[in-house]
């Protein structure tokens, strides 16, 4: 192997890899100094000349003239006689530079100097990777997807780095192919077995903040802050959003004009439906805004400072709780509130709470009737078996038996 080859090597590696001209050239002088300390003993007496722009390097070995017979360490010392066939002109003491040729190594250590020329060039380019991608937290990256596996789709940056989506921060409706375009949110960065390990997501909320920044100009330069955003991804979002500025108004500037800035997102997010409201310190309003669309009457909080009982009339319960209940539950992680729903009646209607029924019914029924806003025997009642079973995930045994025992209560 020679000097082209060796330097073809390196050429390689800046081509494909990021990698600075000061920095290149300072693996490429310690490299071959390691190499002639292993085989001199010592680079201190060696000039190593480096030309990445023409591709080639010298090395020049600096050594003392002294007596033939004083002659101890060749590559240290050169015998006057051999100076002499060098320049007649030499004397004892001088010192001469010469040249050594790469040839000279020897074919096992030219091999040997190849290969820790690559592990330094693909340490450094794995080091540049993980510092450059630990800044990016939190940030968006687009990429290429690259392979397409059960757990895990591997993505390609536009550099060719591999980034991870598994499947856990995947929207439930992903469906990716190779070749396809995706974005997502950097989440976590770490070193496994001395490889960088990128970790990208679409479920996270930072991915959904993100995505605003860039349709809203006016949370781009701060004019509106997100307080709060949680998600139940692919199926539904609460962005809590506020002004500082009297004169914007937060939602209507997030939604943009029929919908133009928020449509984007819905469509990123594979049709998320997003409520934006308005975030305010008085907690009473700040969950009524959170439970929308529904219209809450009034609002009871309890002794422990972590629950609330929301009273709405009998036909907004359902939209408070939401589909599977998941209305309610993303409420309830934005306030920072366990809410629990219950329907008003007329005062003169008749009607009976569940809880009167505890000593027929186990209690775990009950209080799932009660989490998704069936309170009364009346409001259980109104609704058909089909949908007391969607709605509970309880066995259509145990509904029947709850209808009957509700029924006999007014016959």
């Known amino acids: 192997m020679d000097t082209a080859n060796l330097f073809d090597t390196f050429s390689e590696f800046k081509e494909l890899k990021n990698i600075d001209r000061a920095t290149m050239m300072n693996v490429l002088e310690e490299v071959f100094r390691k190499s002639l300390s292993k085989i001199f003993g010592t680079d201190e007496n060696f000039d190593v000349i480096i030309n990445i722009d023409k591709g080639d390097f010298e090395i020049w070995r600096n050594r003392e003239v002294v007596k033939d017979e004083d002659l101890e360490d060749r590559n240290l010392q050169i015998a006057l006689s051999e100076a002499k066939k060098i320049d007649d002109d030499y004397e004892e003491g001088e010192e001469v530079t010469d040249e050594v040729r790469l040839e000279d190594f020897g074919r096992r250590a030219i091999l040997s100097l190849r290969q820790h020329l690559t592990s330094k060039i693909l340490e450094i380019e794995r080091n540049n990777v993980f510092a450059k991608y630990k800044k990016r937290i939190g940030q968006i990256i687009s990429g290429e997807v690259y392979q397409v596996w059960k757990r895990e789709i591997l993505v390609l940056d536009d550099e060719g780095n591999e980034l991870i989506l598994p499947r856990d921060e995947q929207i439930p409706s992903d469906r990716f192919r190779k070749g396809d375009l995706l974005r997502a949110v950097v989440v976590r960065v770490e070193m496994r077995n001395n490889t960088p390990l990128i970790i990208i997501s679409r479920t996270s909320p930072v991915f959904l903040e993100r995505l605003f920044e860039f349709e809203v100009p006016e949370i781009y330069d701060g004019l509106i802050t997100i307080k709060k955003i949680v998600r139940a991804p692919g199926e539904k979002a609460k962005v809590a959003v506020e002004s500082y500025d009297d004169r914007i108004d937060p939602v209507g500037s997030c939604v943009g004009m029929k919908g133009s800035r928020i449509h984007g997102i819905v469509r990123e997010l594979r049709n998320e439906n997003i409520d934006v409201i308005n975030y305010t310190t008085n907690t009473q309003l700040f969950i009524q805004r959170a439970l929308s669309p529904a219209k809450i009457n009034s609002i009871k909080f309890n002794e422990d400072g972590k629950s609330a009982e929301v009273y709405l009339d009998p036909d907004e319960v359902s939209l408070a ?91």
Request: aromatic share 6%; net charge negative.
């Open 321 to 411: 709780i939401g589909k599977g209940g998941l209305n309610i539950k993303l409420a309830s992680q934005l306030t920072g509130y366990d809410i629990d729903v219950y329907r008003e009646t007329e005062e003169d209607e008749e009607d009976v709470n569940i809880d009167e029924f505890s000593d027929e019914i186990d209690q775990w029924i009950l209080d799932i009737l009660k989490s998704v806003g069936l309170d009364t025997a009346k409001s259980v009642l109104e609704l058909d078996k089909e949908e007391l079973e969607r709605r509970t995930d309880l066995e259509k045994e145990t509904i029947d038996e709850i209808v009957e025992i509700f029924k006999s209560e007014f016959e």
